[in-house]
């Protein structure tokens, strides 16, 4: 009887065990990949001017698309302000969810998705200077493209970049695969003869 018992409690144990080196596997997994992003892929935070798409299963009156407004909010029906900037998309279907859940819909289901990046900018030795819409994979040779070329005065191997969110701008060599990012502003500097 003793045997039996202590069958059923090793039985019991190891599936614990196992769990719990699964949750070891599972935890360096996830350093692994926040490594990863950490080591270059941007992890994409919203920002004011970006338009979100933003969809509640099975209530037409809340999905549609959304713009974070300047002060960095969204105004969401049944619940108003919500700030958003510097959320990502995933945290803020759950902050939505969460909100959501606290009386006004019973076990809510909510999607967001990126319909519109905010622009970029760019300026100085171009041929049309302005605001620009953002795509996927946008690299400065493209972005000077999109305004024009550069002007005959322009410096074409360096320019100045400023993150948005950034204090200042820093000059960067221009390589081929120089990625741009939303809200960037970039700053074609003029050679010196």
């Known amino acids: 009887m003793k045997k039996v018992i202590l069958a059923i409690l090793c039985s019991m144990v190891q599936p614990a065990s196992a769990f719990a080196a699964g949750g070891q596997a599972a935890s360096a997994s996830a350093s692994a990949s926040a ?10 935070t919203l920002a004011p001017d970006d338009k979100v798409y933003i969809g509640v299963f099975g209530e037409d009156s809340l999905t549609k698309e959304y713009v974070v407004r300047g002060d960095g909010t969204i105004s969401f029906p049944l619940i108003g302000a919500i700030k958003v900037d510097g959320l990502t998309l995933t945290q803020l279907e759950t902050e939505l969810t969460m909100r ?6 019973q076990n809510p289901r909510v999607t ?13 030795e171009v041929e049309r200077a302005g605001q620009y819409p953002y795509k996927i994979g946008l690299t400065v040779n493209a972005a000077v493209a999109t305004a024009g070329n550069f002007t005959y005065r322009a410096n074409k191997r360096t320019v100045a970049i400023q993150h948005r969110g950034e204090p200042t701008e820093r000059k960067v060599r ?12 970039i700053r074609v500097l003029e050679r010196i003869f």
């Not at 490594?35 to 994409?44: C, K, P, V």
């Not at 967001?112 to 100085?124: C, N, S, T």
């Not at 221009?174 to 502003?185: A, F, S």
């Open 174 to 185: 221009i390589v081929p695969d120089l990625r741009v990012q939303p809200g960037d502003t």
């Open 35 to 44: 490594s990863a992003s950490a080591s270059g892929t941007l992890i994409y």
């Open 100 to 105: 959501l859940a606290r009386g006004y819909i």
């Open 112 to 124: 967001a998705e990126i319909k519109e990046y905010r622009p970029f900018y760019i300026l100085g």
